[in-house]
């Protein structure tokens, strides 16, 4: 079955960086668009950044735009979220997304798969 595990979050200072993986099991990788979603309790889970098939093009939400990068290594079937500056406002359980379109997609309908998340937590 399709399985999509992230790793890497934590408690970190203002300033400080993360770097979140999520590794992907039961999909052909090379074939799914990516992206990384955060979602805070009692709001709407959002789109931070989405990443294509071959990695050639990734997109942002303005939020993060500048501070957060995605990447992926199709043949160790891996995205990662290299977050640094993290702002309090950061906070947010984060998930990563695996969708079957071509291209940028930064929708939540738009992706077919979907991690269990894992915790950031930036303390002022």
């Known amino acids: 079955q399709v399985q999509l595990v992230e790793s890497g979050g934590g408690l970190v200072q203002a300033g400080g960086s993360l770097r979140l993986s999520c590794a992907a099991s039961?999909?052909?990788?090379?074939?799914?668009?990516m992206g990384w979603f955060r979602q805070v309790p009692g709001k709407e889970r959002e789109f931070v950044a989405g990443i294509t098939r071959s990695g050639a093009s990734t997109s942002y939400a303005a939020s993060v735009k500048g501070r957060f990068t995605i990447s992926r290594d199709n043949a160790k079937r891996t995205v990662a979220l290299q977050m640094d500056n993290l702002q309090p406002d950061d906070t947010a359980g984060y998930y990563c997304a695996a969708s079957r379109r071509v291209g940028l997609i930064s929708t939540l309908s738009g992706y077919d798969y979907w991690g269990q998340g894992t915790q950031v937590t930036v303390s002022s």
């Open positions: 039961g999909i052909t990788f090379s074939s799914y668009a």
